[in-house]
């Protein structure tokens, strides 16, 4: 079995005593790629040195996170932008807008959202989508911004089918991780009426465990919960869901199979 994490912050502190072991414990399990996405300057010393410690298994995005878009955002940005000049990472991400935990800075949140779709479009890469609470502004965004192609991943998507079928006609994927295991969340709706071509498997571990975890520390091994799920909602095997979703997830971040 071959099965991609599209998104999971394994730099975070919540790893550090045993981060090691996970990976080793997921790759054992089949989980072989890891795609992180970066937060702001605070956490692209550590996710870069992870890249550069698991080569072919964990690879970096680079983005700021709408949540650290406070009055330092220019500053912010400016190290975005120089680090996209230096390196190669596989998204810009993760990027978009939060209105969930605060809406104060809800016009910089836009401004940087805009300003990370034009980069993606001049490094012709793909964007990794954080909407919590604000899938009509994004959803406006993206659509303003046609002319520069965007594509990538909808991260953490929970909304209605209505909301996914328009992600989708953009040329977007949906990013299902351990919500879909909630028992009122209501994406199993949603999943069900989704072809598997648009979908890709993720954790976001440490955050949002899948039942039977849900509440605590999530980690990379809790993706076979999320994929066992679609499989059953599907009616098809884990095995169709990890080469499916990992295809999806080649496409999307643009190399070979392997």
């Not at 990976?23 to 890249?51: C, V, W, Y």
Request: with cysteine; aromatic share 10%.
């Amino acid at each position: 079995m071959n099965i991609t994490d599209t998104h999971i912050h394994l730099y975070a502190k919540e790893f550090d005593s045993d981060r090691e072991e996970m990976i080793e414990h997921a790759q054992k399990s089949g989980i072989n790629r890891f795609f992180m996405p970066n937060i702001d300057s605070d956490s692209i010393t550590s996710m870069m040195d992870l890249q550069h410690r698991y080569p072919g298994i964990c690879y970096a995005m680079i983005g700021l996170h709408p949540c650290s878009v406070k009055t330092n955002y220019k500053e912010e940005l400016k190290t975005v932008e120089t680090w996209l000049t230096k390196a190669e990472f596989k998204a810009v991400g993760e990027i978009g807008i939060d209105l969930y935990w605060d809406k104060s800075f809800i016009t910089e949140q836009e401004f940087a959202f805009k300003k990370q779709i034009e980069w993606a479009h001049h490094y012709r890469l793909p964007i990794v989508i954080h909407s919590r609470e604000s899938f009509d502004e994004v959803y406006k965004i993206l659509v303003d911004c046609r002319s520069l192609q965007p594509r990538g991943i909808f991260h953490c998507f929970s909304g209605t089918i209505e909301q996914a079928k328009k992600i989708i006609d953009l040329g977007f994927y949906l990013g299902i991780g351990g919500v879909v295991t909630y028992k009122n969340s209501g994406l199993d709706k949603v999943v069900s009426a989704i072809d598997l071509k648009h979908l890709v498997l993720e954790t976001d571990a440490p955050y949002l465990a899948p039942t039977p975890f849900r509440g605590k520390r999530n980690q990379p091994d809790y993706i076979l919960n999320v994929a066992e799920k679609i499989a059953e909602i599907k009616e098809t095997t884990v095995e169709d869901v990890a080469l499916i979703t990992t295809q999806n997830a080649m496409k999307i971040f643009d190399f070979e199979l392997s």
